[in-house]
């Protein structure tokens, strides 16, 4: 995934290029089964982590097979703090 890989290696205007290419999938998931929102919070990209937000704000939650929303993704600096979200029955 060209996206992943430009946020592993930090290359911020790559992924800037990619980000502005109106069709890009930001579900997709790499190998790792990471979206390219987990994959910069694990490298602790920030700025492309919030690149990635300004694009799409719902990038940090995380839903199960049936869409139902689990967590999402809160971060401050570089910390990522997840919250929870239990559906009820």
Same mark, same amino acid.
């Given at each position: 995934?060209? +996206?992943?890989? #430009?946020?592993? &290696?930090?290359?911020?205007?790559?992924? $800037?290029?990619?980000?502005?290419?109106? =069709? +890009?999938?930001?579900?997709?998931?790499?190998?790792?089964?990471? *979206?390219?929102?987990? =994959? =910069?919070? *694990?490298?602790? &990209?920030?700025?492309?982590?919030?690149?990635?937000?300004?694009?799409?704000?719902? =990038?940090?939650?995380?839903?199960?097979?049936?869409?139902?929303?689990?967590?999402?993704?809160?971060?401050? $600096?570089?910390?990522?703090? /997840?919250?929870?979200?239990? $559906? /009820? #029955?």
């Amino acid at each position: 995934m060209p +996206l992943h890989i #430009a946020i592993e &290696n930090q290359h911020h205007t790559i992924i $800037s290029l990619l980000l502005s290419h109106p =069709a +890009l999938n930001l579900t997709v998931r790499d190998k790792a089964g990471a *979206t390219p929102f987990s =994959a =910069a919070m *694990t490298v602790k &990209n920030i700025r492309a982590a919030q690149a990635i937000l300004d694009r799409e704000p719902t =990038a940090a939650e995380q839903v199960s097979n049936n869409n139902q929303l689990i967590a999402v993704c809160i971060y401050t $600096s570089w910390q990522c703090r /997840v919250k929870i979200h239990h $559906s /009820v #029955a």
